[in-house]
């Protein structure tokens, strides 16, 4: 049976943010974001999505773990509700999680307008180039699936400097610069990449990238992993392509070089949709591809990823059967009673289902549970209810 507290709610957050912060810390070393980062980018994606859905305890199997005083005395401050809001009383970690709320849901919305626009962007400008002589034998000669070839439009648009793959209601558009000379060879070069960007489903890790760094938009490591995320992608499509030798990795050099040389041809006054610009390479990355290229590394080494990801599963599963909470009684109150009983100890229950837990008389806690409290002591529903009953 799965039981959600406040306790299971913090130890799923706090257990997310690390592991974003560690693979953040992971990715500001190239070399090893390059061999190993695929892989753990993906995994720890996952791990977070499923513990961002599931922010619960196993009531079989969970044990609960008594934090140390004074952080339980921290809990309790900003669940206690304290500030009037509107006519209710509000506690710090209800405005913490208004302001969250609202700003995901802006951020969230904003994205999925954006993707709109850029749909809308491409549609109005961009001009069918798919059954064009050279573009068609190269996207039959990368792609000899007919459905999928079904599913690709390549557009060629204005303002972009870098071809881009975009997908919209399962179908994929590849975009290409306007004025970006590419021989057949090149062409061919470009389809591999941005067909292999379809082909390994890096649309949709990028996608679920993007909702866990917009749900976690006040952690500023969500920022740097969406930016190093998006370098990594690039160097293991550019792995993928060039599969053929030295000869081929300097052809597919110089073509990545003609396409970071190319620049917007004139300016057509036409605002470029943000999507657009989030899926675009960025010229800066060009350097640090080419010279991942010409060490000729392969991407990753499968039995060090796995020594790596080890103790972050580790890590997870803990998460799930250790849930730290908060159990607090102030030092002042100890000169009333050593021990709570129902004699000395009551709880008001608050709306959204925390109990605030009086000795005798004061406020000393607000708890998400009551497993470590006397079964028999009294619950009230308001704290005007609870003071009336106990001067009677």
């Known amino acids: 049976m799965l039981n959600f507290s406040f306790a299971s709610l913090i130890m799923a957050i706090v257990t997310s943010n690390l592991f974003i912060i560690v693979l953040t810390l992971i990715f500001i070393n190239q070399s090893v974001m390059r061999e190993f980062g695929f892989s753990l980018l993906g995994m720890i994606c996952t791990l977070i999505i499923i513990r961002m859905l599931f922010p619960f305890e196993f009531a079989h199997m969970t044990k609960n773990i008594n934090l ?71 996207l039959c000669k990368t792609v000899d699936n007919k459905k999928l070839q079904d599913r690709i439009t390549i557009l060629q648009l204005p303002l972009i400097h870098s071809p881009a793959v975009f997908r919209y209601h399962l179908h994929y558009y590849i975009l290409i610069p306007d004025g970006l000379p590419l021989d057949e060879e090149e062409q061919e070069f470009i389809f591999r990449h941005e067909v292999s960007h379809i082909l390994h489903h890096d649309i949709t890790l990028k996608f679920l990238l993007q909702v866990i760094c917009l749900f976690y938009w ?14 990594l992608f690039e160097l293991r499509v550019d792995s993928s392509v060039v599969s053929k ?93 050593q021990e709570v009983t129902s004699e000395n100890t009551y709880f008001v229950k608050n709306k959204d289902n925390t109990y605030d837990v ?14 470590y409290y006397p079964d028999d002591c009294k619950i009230y529903l308001s704290l005007k209810e609870a003071k009336k009953n106990e001067e009677n």
């Open 68 to 138: 140390p005083w004074a952080a339980s005395k921290l809990f309790s401050f900003i669940r206690h509700p304290r500030i009037p809001i509107l006519g209710y009383s509000c506690s710090f970690w209800d405005i913490f999680v208004i302001i969250w709320g609202i700003g995901f849901l802006v951020l969230f919305y904003q994205y999925m307008s954006s993707i709109k626009d850029t749909y809308n962007f491409i549609r109005k400008y961009g001009v069918n180039i798919t059954d064009s002589p050279g573009y068609k034998a190269a």
């Open 218 to 231: 006040w952690n500023p490591f969500c920022y740097m992993l969406k930016k190093r995320s998006s370098l």
């Open 245 to 337: 030798g030295d000869e081929q990795t300097r052809q597919y050099i110089g073509c990545l070089i003609k396409v970071s040389k190319h620049s917007i041809a004139g300016n057509s006054g036409i605002s470029m949709p943000s999507a657009i610009k989030f899926s675009l390479k960025m010229e800066s990355d060009t350097f640090i591809r080419v010279c991942f290229l010409l060490e000729n590394k392969k991407m990753r080494n499968k039995i060090l990823t796995r020594l790596i990801s080890l103790p972050l599963c580790i890590i997870y599963i803990f998460s799930f059967i250790f849930i730290f909470e908060g159990y607090y009684i102030s030092p002042s109150n100890m000169e009333y009673s």
């Open 358 to 371: 009086y000795f005798y008389g004061k406020h000393i806690d607000t708890a998400s549970s009551l497993d």
